[in-house]
């Protein structure tokens, strides 16, 4: 992730690790490579946990999601890699129409994962789920003012937003999501309004809209989750305060819910190692993992059944869209086109 883990949430994730620490290794003297757009930091532990338990070495390569797509494509049947692991559902499913995955069963990733969190052919499987609702400077707006993403293009908020630009994929999902809900003259329409309402051009990551919202620039924003947690969390002092300025709203509670989506991974086409490939996916997927991405990631479990962090629990509960992640990929040539015609710079 695109933020740095505190001491204290590294200290919290070894303890959930602790317990694991002394099973016993098993001698197979196997490998599994691993191509990661996770940074280093944020996965590592996880994999030499998974390494002590099975005795399976991990090698991992970290880089951009493009590049190692890129990389991928270049290599063919030559590739090294194993698995693929990307932080958002369009590029999982960029991967798999560029054929370098290949679908696997899993008695066990069917059973923690829900379906709607998963390619319906087991090409990729989502691991973390983030959401992406509207956040608003807490001093200048009222919750009550708020309702859905559709009300953003409406005109009380003229000179009020601001956003990432059309090239963040994040943006991309979510208006594949309304595309996928709306269909594409609606969805247009919207994404007009929603541009005639920004208080600037976009620009900078979502880190940066949260601090624009807390410094007055604008009043609400867009922003995936996890950084807000990053913020909050962070050792950068003014950091946390933009973010205590800003309060998070949970849209669309009465019709589609809100956008999320997710993180996962595939196994490649021409993995070597598809057995330990299948086994260490099914390790990301556990309780133990689950409960990393929560603690260090600010991320939401795809397994119901595992309990958000204690600052995603202090935002309350909400409604996701039940839409398949699948369909953010599907509509993401459409969604950047729209966003194109709008102005969506």
């Not at 958002?88 to 290949?102: E, I, N, P, T």
């Not at 133990?288 to 119901?304: F, G, L, S």
Request: charged fraction near 20%; charge should be neutral; include cysteine.
């Amino acid at each position: 992730m695109p933020y740095p883990v505190t001491s204290r949430a590294l200290l919290a994730a070894c303890g959930l690790l602790s317990s694991l620490f002394t099973a016993p290794v098993v001698l197979a003297g196997n490998e599994v490579n691993l191509y990661s757009a996770r940074k280093e930091d944020l996965i590592k532990p996880l994999l030499d946990d998974f390494s002590r338990q099975t005795g399976i070495t991990v090698n991992l390569v970290t880089g951009k999601e493009e590049a190692l797509l890129q990389r991928l494509n270049s290599e063919g049947t030559n590739t090294p890699a194993d698995l693929l692991l990307t932080s958002d559902a369009g590029r999982l499913v960029a991967a798999q129409k560029a054929g370098v995955l290949q679908a696997v069963k899993s008695t066990a990733l069917d059973q923690v994962i829900p379906t709607s969190y998963r390619d319906p052919a087991g090409y990729w499987y989502g691991l973390s789920m983030r959401a992406r609702p509207i956040l608003y400077a807490r001093d200048r707006v009222k919750p009550a003012e708020l309702s859905t993403y559709e009300d953003l293009a409406a005109p009380q908020w003229k000179g009020r937003i601001c956003l990432r630009s059309s090239d963040s994929v994040y943006n991309q999902s979510l208006v594949a999501g309304m595309i996928a809900h709306h269909g594409e003259t609606q969805t247009e329409a919207w994404a007009k309004g929603l541009v005639a309402n920004l208080a600037r051009p976009p620009k900078g990551g979502d880190r940066d809209q949260i601090k624009a919202v807390a410094a007055g620039e604008c009043d609400i924003t867009l922003a995936n989750t996890y950084y807000l947690g990053g913020m909050l969390a962070s050792s950068d002092s003014a950091e946390q305060q933009a973010a205590t300025q800003v309060a998070v709203f949970w849209p669309n509670a009465q019709s589609t819910g809100v956008h999320v989506n997710v993180s996962g991974a595939g196994v490649t086409a021409h993995a070597r190692n598809r057995d330990q490939a299948v086994k260490l996916l099914e390790f990301l997927a556990s309780d133990t993992a689950q409960r990393w991405y929560a603690e260090v990631n600010n991320e939401y479990p795809v397994n119901p059944a595992i309990p958000p962090s204690a600052t995603l629990q202090a935002w309350g509960a909400f409604k996701a869209d039940t839409l398949n992640v699948a369909k953010l990929g599907e509509l993401n040539a459409a969604a950047v086109k729209l966003m194109d015609r709008a102005g969506w710079k």
